[in-house]
């Protein structure tokens, strides 16, 4: 079982970025798809990127396509998602997930991100 802790959320202005880190166990890492999702309280869980076992391919939401980037680090076991020029509407708990058949489990616990006008 894969467990993953997110790190890196805090408070921000708009126009301003960050970089969300989300650190795995386990020996498997380097084989499973990585995702991260937001959520707001009231609005449903919404994805925001992917990226491939070897990195090689990534897919965004269109509503944060060219301000922010997944990456990963498998030697260290970790994908990260920057975020640049920040939008209030960016506001929200930010989850990682392993993506295994179609399906995403082994969710982290989350980390807010606030990003004020």
């Known amino acids: 079982q894969v467990q993953l802790v997110e790190s890196g959320g805090g408070s921000v202005q708009a126009g301003g970025s960050l970089r969300l880190s989300c650190a795995a166990s386990?020996?498997?890492?380097?084989?499973?798809?990585m995702g991260w999702f937001r959520q707001t309280p009231g609005k449903e869980r919404e994805f925001v990127a992917l990226?491939?076992?070897?990195?090689?391919?990534?897919s965004y939401a269109d509503s944060v396509k060219g301000r922010f980037t997944i990456s990963r680090d498998n030697a260290k076991n970790t994908v990260y998602l920057q975020m640049n020029s920040l939008k209030p509407e960016d506001t929200a708990v930010y989850r990682c997930?392993?993506?295994?058949?179609?399906?995403?489990?082994?969710w982290g616990q989350g980390t807010q991100v606030t990003v004020s006008s």
């Open positions: 386990g020996r498997t890492f380097s084989s499973l798809a």
């Open positions: 990226i491939s076992s070897s990195g090689g391919s990534t």
């Open positions: 997930a392993v993506r295994r058949n179609f399906q995403y489990d082994s």
